[in-house]
């Protein structure tokens, strides 16, 4: 079929009333989890995964998904409005958005913010058609090499994009992979590191693993030094930007889509990346970057457009190949899998509604998010002021009946407060909880891919490297770790030497 | 900071050999056909390699910064931290016998007053506000199994 019949098909799922509905509560919720801050998409996402289980296939994932998105409009009305970030993706457009706030300007940046994320995502989606489908065809020829290939650098690219130390995401990815482990073998059914418990055999639950690290981790961690909010009162008018100021955003907005797709795309590249490297880009570009971070209108467009761009950009490699290139895609993968569904090159051709249906959808989910986002704000703001006491019992609440509500079984609620313990003690350590979540999830892609190539090679490693993509992939795997850990070597060698010569 | 990531990399390597020794006790396969701990193995030995890694990295770490950085482990902070995980953990273990609407409520008593609580008039309004609604929505509307408890409800 061509594009236009698959997209016509897509808005005839996409349009019937009830996943419209979904549609519509996914960018709600999806809204209000991106105002407020300490409670971020991946976690609620986990949350609602096994509300979702109740759903059709499509509609489940009309529904996360429209979280997902929606989460990146929302992120930005709080750090205009507060100047602390609703979402790691608005981190940036604190700086510009909550001085135009503070000049009385906080209806062009909250309007531009909304509108450059339409932009920005509407852009995307076009890219997501014409680009998803191309890269499903390419994967068709895959076998488990290439896919050990792409599980690797997709998860190294993880690490080398994670803040902090690159060594610390490399031990949180293998500690992922190790989790993943538990449970019965793919192959044999032997138990793995059960420990003789019953609730084990199946594998540590992705709902309680994924809301112990990221919604009560969050929690916990904001118990510490409870956010004080300071809502910038002004009364909202003309949410409209000028003329002069959508001249100064066009360029702005252009870009900002750009490298938000690009770095979507790419595996580790998430929107905060691409939020903080278009207003980089922006400041390079500007011909008075010294007034940055003072209330320019680009300061708010350009991040904002960027992370729609990439949260749309970041279905590419989720539903062409069936790898999520960051935690909330690989959140919409566990929806996938327990829906009996395997998203990649079989997907798109075995069950095109949904990837179509799930794409157009994206269309009508940014539509009813301007509205949202637009007349609706005063709405936002004023959940913005329920105080973090009354609100942090409500997340934890919500977080123990979602994970009851899998299975029914108080196990998976111990196994999501031990992880949200565990979450906590790795956060105060520094290490990223992004990698291993997503090396849990990949893990056994990942063994099924090595040990399927194994034996196709009868044991020989040079399957890796005689086929192409493999071995390109396996290549700048490999050029990511020996770049990140010769210098630390080196640091280390010095240090020796010194102690050598008695220094 | 830099004596807590020489403690941490201690015990990366101490589970990366617990992993590696339970990997041993499964079938490894041979590299034609790898078996169910072949790749726990491999996976353990990789976080004790790294993990030694880490710890000689902090241990030689020349940033005077990171060095002087206080220890992450502030006791003020992570009294609240604590008495909410064991909150939670106390009402996972009561959840099936108390039941749900019971054991809701007193979690939300206690949770309401971690942070600066409001009179106890408003908290155990709210808290039963709480596990009141929550009960309808979830359990009545969304159809998810909750324990019924002594109140058999």
């Known amino acids: 079929m061509d594009l236009a019949g698959n997209v016509l098909a897509g808005f005839q799922v996409s349009l019937q009333p009830i996943n419209l509905l979904y549609a519509f509560f996914g960018a709600g919720i999806g809204t209000l989890v991106g105002v407020l801050p300490g409670i971020g998409p991946a976690g609620t996402i986990a949350l609602l995964l096994p509300l979702s289980l109740g759903m059709p296939p499509v509609s489940a994932i009309i529904f996360l998904a429209g979280v997902y998105y929606g989460s990146m409009y929302g992120g930005s009305t709080t750090s205009i409005l507060v100047n602390i970030p609703g979402e790691a993706a608005s981190v940036v457009t604190c700086l510009d958005g ?55 650098l997709g998860v190294m690219m993880l690490v080398y994009l994670s803040r902090g130390s690159v060594l610390k995401s490399l031990i949180s990815a293998v500690a992922g992979l190790i989790l993943s482990f538990i449970g019965q073998d793919l192959f044999t059914g032997d138990d793995r590191f059960t420990f003789g418990v019953v609730e084990l055999k199946d594998g540590l639950g992705l709902v309680p693993l994924f809301m112990g690290l990221f919604g009560i981790t969050e929690v916990l961690a904001n118990l510490e030094a409870p956010i004080r909010r300071q809502v910038y009162d002004a009364r909202l008018k003309n949410l409209f930007p000028t003329a002069k100021d959508w001249l100064d955003s066009r ?33 390079m570009f500007s011909r008075h970057p010294e007034r940055f971070g003072t209330g320019v209108i680009e300061g708010v467009a350009a991040p904002e457009t960027a992370n729609n761009a990439a949260a749309q950009g970041a279905f590419i490699p ?13 959140l919409l993968l566990g929806a996938f899998v327990l829906h009996g569904i395997r998203p990649g090159p079989l997907m798109m051709e075995q069950h095109p509604q949904i990837f179509w249906g799930a794409v157009t959808s994206m269309y009508i989910g940014n539509a009813m998010l301007l509205v949202f986002n637009l007349p609706l704000i005063g709405l936002w703001v004023r959940i913005l002021k329920v105080p973090y006491k009354m ?77 192409p993509i493999a071995a390109v992939c396996l290549g700048l795997t490999l050029a990511i770790v020996i770049a990140n850990l010769v210098p630390l070597l080196r640091a280390g060698r010095k240090v020796i030497a010194a102690q050598e010569t008695g220094d | 900071m830099k004596r807590w990531d020489q403690r941490a990399s201690v015990i990366g390597v101490v589970l990366g050999i617990l992993v590696v020794a339970a990997a041993l006790r499964m079938e490894l396969g041979a590299w034609n056909s790898p ?99 929550t009960y309808v929505v979830f359990g009545k509307w969304l159809m998810v199994q909750f324990p019924r408890g002594i109140l058999g409800v």
């Open chain 1, 98 to 152: 909550y001085q135009m706030a503070r000049q009385g300007r906080a209806g062009p940046a909250l309007g531009m913010a909304a509108m450059g994320s339409f932009i920005g995502a509407t852009l995307s989606i076009v890219g997501l058609m014409l680009i998803a489908p191309l890269l499903a065809g390419v994967a068709r020829e895959f076998g488990a090499p290439e896919y050990f290939g792409l599980v690797c």
């Open chain 1, 251 to 283: 360029g702005a907005i252009l870009r900002g889509t750009g490298i938000g797709f690009f770095l979507g795309i790419l595996p580790g590249g998430s929107a905060m990346i691409a939020s903080f490297a278009a207003y980089a880009a922006e400041k």
């Open chain 1, 318 to 330: 989720l539903f062409a190949l069936g790898i999520p290139p960051n935690v909330a895609m690989a």
């Open chain 1, 391 to 467: 609100l942090f019992p409500l997340i934890l609440l919500f977080s123990v009946i979602g994970a009851l509500s899998v299975r029914y079984s108080p196990f998976d609620v111990v196994v999501m407060i031990l992880f949200g313990a565990i979450g906590y003690v790795l956060r105060k350590m520094e290490f990223e909880a992004t990698p291993l979540v997503l090396a849990f999830i990949l893990g056994p892609m990942l063994e099924q891919a090595l040990r399927q190539s194994l034996i196709i090679s009868h044991g020989s490693f040079t399957i890796f490297f005689t086929r």
């Open chain 2, 35 to 133: 078996g169910p701990g072949f790749l726990p193995a491999g996976a353990g030995i990789l976080l004790v390699i790294l993990s030694v890694a880490y710890g000689l990295n902090a241990r030689w770490t020349t940033d005077p910064e990171r060095a002087r950085q206080p220890s992450p482990w502030i006791i003020e902070h992570w009294r609240r931290v604590v008495s909410v995980l064991v909150a939670l953990l106390l009402y996972a273990l009561l959840l099936d016998t108390l039941g749900y609407l019971i054991a809701t409520f007193l979690l939300m008593v206690v949770l309401l007053r971690v942070l600066e609580p409001a009179g106890w008039p408003m908290t155990l309004l709210a808290a039963t506000l709480i596990a009141g609604a």
